[in-house]
């Protein structure tokens, strides 16, 4: 999930964090995975203490929560050494190869595991589908990027994650922002564990209803690297934000309940403004390459309107979907540049006209590529990526395309049921 935007480069690890999402059990079941906790010398651990105590300190007298209860839950909180090696940028060297990218996660793995997922949650897919607007498509093709359908959820300690970024965050020269981010999600983590253990907010200085040991154990949860949690990959703030109950147990568990997961990212997508029946983006024709390249500025605003684009060759009125109730001439665009080296080494870069979901697929994770994917991998599972044209009528029900929100179940392919891809 590396963001292709040039002025982002620096928050490429941090951006996989804001995203729901950038963290989910596969189908029913969960692997079981070794928790890795490292430590470092005396000196260094002394002062993760030292800091983490003062943090602990301030959210007991702010929240109200009694002290004892988060010393008790981070007693044996340690830094992971090796976490701030994977936070780093890449090096000045280093090229973005958006076909590298697409290649590990738009693959035959993924692919199969994601008609699997979807024949195993389709009534609750298209359920979701039909209350939210969020093509199904787009919610497997999340859940497999980030996870693979929980194969891949992460092997570290969530406090403990969160613990070393906040405190000891590599010498970056956006160190400070960075620690500071942290910091807030380790709030976060600590707010959202003490609500799952059964503890009131505010606390009014009781610890009254907690469960001391659920607590612990949600903050000794195994997370990614950057402390994203689950199936749909959240951070601790998405999931106090935007988790929801999908199967209607009464708790929220991103982790073991596909339907929690698929509901949540429904929600994310919803409240981040993704608008039904639009599609995500469009190719940029051929001969306008040179004119798209001159509006790819790298900025994930949405600046120029479908018209424009269309005046500058860009799109075609044909290609630009243009349909009442669609993407309309006035509908906002930008240019979305992914570059890779050719078999020769030389620079080379595809441009698409990225819409409004595209923009709310990058409010999951701060990437270029990583939308992309996401949209492809989604076609792959069957979506159209067209505009829906409602009935003019009321009357009737709306006119339901290829490209709508509303499906009932994957195309089938060679006998199977054909789902997205990334």
């Known amino acids: 999930?590396?963001?292709?935007?040039?002025?982002?480069?620096?928050?490429?690890?941090?951006?996989?964090?804001?995203?729901?999402?950038?963290?989910?059990?596969?189908?029913?079941?969960?692997?079981?995975?070794?928790?890795?906790?490292?430590?470092?010398?005396?000196?260094?651990?002394?002062?993760?203490?030292?800091?983490?105590?003062?943090?602990?300190?301030?959210?007991?007298?702010?929240?109200?929560?009694?002290?004892?209860?988060?010393?008790?839950?981070?007693?044996?909180?340690?830094?992971?050494?090796?976490?701030?090696?994977?936070?780093?940028?890449?090096?000045?060297?280093?090229?973005?190869?958006?076909?590298?990218?697409?290649?590990?996660?738009?693959?035959?793995?993924?692919?199969?595991?994601?008609?699997?997922?979807?024949?195993?949650?389709?009534?609750?897919?298209?359920?979701?589908?039909?209350?939210?607007?969020?093509?199904?498509?787009?919610?497997?093709?999340?859940?497999?990027?980030?996870?693979?359908?929980?194969?891949?959820?992460?092997?570290?300690?969530?406090?403990?994650?969160?613990?070393?970024?906040?405190?000891?965050?590599?010498?970056?020269?956006?160190?400070?922002?960075?620690?500071?981010?942290?910091?807030?999600?380790?709030?976060?983590?600590?707010?959202?564990?003490?609500?799952?253990?059964?503890?009131?907010?505010?606390?009014?200085?009781?610890?009254?209803?907690?469960?001391?040991?659920?607590?612990n154990a949600c903050l000794n949860q195994n997370s990614s690297y950057a402390g994203a949690i689950g199936l749909p990959q959240f951070m601790p703030s998405s999931i106090r934000s935007f988790a929801v109950d999908g199967d209607g147990d009464g708790h929220i568990d991103l982790k073991q309940s596909p339907k929690d997961a698929i509901a949540s990212v429904a929600n994310f997508m919803r409240k981040h403004g993704w608008q039904p029946g639009m599609p995500i983006y469009f190719p940029v024709q051929e001969g306008a390459i040179s004119e798209a390249r001159a509006l790819a500025d790298g900025e994930p605003q949405l600046k120029y309107s479908v018209q424009e684009l269309i005046a500058k060759g860009i799109l075609t009125k044909e290609q630009g979907d243009l349909q009442v109730g669609g993407v309309e001439p006035q509908s906002k665009a930008l240019i979305v540049d992914l570059p890779y080296p050719d078999k020769d080494g030389n620079d080379q870069v595809r441009y698409v006209v990225g819409l409004n979901n595209f923009l709310t697929i990058v409010q999951y994770n701060r990437s270029y590529f990583y939308a992309q994917s996401v949209a492809e991998f989604a076609e792959a599972l069957g979506y159209k990526n067209q505009s829906v044209v409602p009935v003019s009528s009321t009357k009737a029900k709306p006119e339901v395309k290829s490209g709508d929100a509303v499906k009932s179940k994957p195309k089938k392919t060679a006998g199977k049921k054909k789902q997205k891809q990334t």
């Open 1 to 215: 999930m590396n963001f292709r935007v040039p002025y982002l480069v620096s928050i490429l690890f941090i951006a996989l964090l804001l995203g729901a999402c950038s963290s989910t059990p596969i189908q029913q079941v969960s692997p079981t995975e070794t928790i890795v906790n490292q430590s470092e010398d005396a000196a260094t651990e002394a002062r993760f203490s030292q800091n983490l105590n003062q943090l602990i300190t301030q959210i007991a007298q702010t929240q109200g929560i009694p002290q004892a209860s988060l010393e008790s839950g981070f007693s044996d909180a340690k830094t992971i050494p090796s976490i701030r090696k994977l936070v780093l940028p890449p090096s000045g060297t280093f090229k973005k190869n958006w076909v590298a990218y697409r290649k590990r996660f738009i693959e035959p793995v993924r692919i199969k595991a994601g008609k699997a997922f979807w024949e195993q949650n389709q009534a609750f897919l298209t359920k979701v589908e039909q209350e939210s607007g969020v093509p199904a498509e787009v919610i497997v093709s999340i859940i497999g990027i980030e996870t693979i359908y929980g194969r891949q959820t992460g092997s570290f300690r969530v406090k403990d994650v969160l613990s070393t970024l906040a405190f000891s965050y590599p010498d970056t020269p956006n160190k400070a922002s960075r620690e500071q981010l942290f910091k807030d999600q380790l709030q976060e983590l600590i707010l959202m564990c003490w609500t799952e253990g059964g503890g009131s907010l505010p606390a009014n200085n009781s610890k009254q209803g907690l469960n001391q040991t659920r607590f």
